[in-house]
Nanobody, 124 residues
Framework: QVQLVESGGGLVQAGGSLRLSCAAS????????MGWFRRPPGKEREFIAT????????DYADAVKGRFTISRDNAKNEGYLKMDSMKVEDTAVYYC?????????????????WGQGTQVTVSS
């Protein structure tokens, strides 16, 4: 079992940066791949990034590739999403998720555990 709590959301101007954190509790985090998803206002949830349990493999949605960086620190039981060159269209509720496998996945239904979400708003 893994419990996840996101933090670091807030208001940022276009072109700015934020770093989201995902604090995990439970003994299986270091063997769990994790992902970040977001739900823009009025839209469906969408995949952002995923990282393997070891941190050695990562994948990104085309919309954020080159601007966002996913990482993790298994010693601290934490995951991160660094967001640079932010755009107004990055405005969304951001969720971290973990799955009962070491391998990355981009589909939300492949994840077993979810945080409550953190709001990110990018102003023009």
């Amino acid at each position: 079992q893994v419990q996840l709590v996101e933090s670091g959301g807030g208001l940022v101007q276009a072109g700015g940066s934020l770093r989201l954190s995902c604090a995990a509790s439970g003994r299986t985090f270091s063997s769990s791949a994790m992902g970040w998803f977001r739900r823009p206002p009025g839209k469906e949830r969408e995949f952002i990034a995923t990282i393997s349990a070891s941190g050695g493999v990562a994948d990104y949605a085309d919309a954020v590739k080159g601007r966002f960086t996913i990482s993790r620190d298994n010693a601290k039981n934490e995951g991160y999403l660094k967001m640079d060159s932010m755009k107004v269209e990055d405005t969304a509720v951001y969720y971290c998720a973990a799955r009962n496998s070491r391998r990355t996945r981009i589909e939300a239904e492949d994840y077993n555990y979810w945080g409550q979400g953190t709001q990110v708003t990018v102003s023009s």
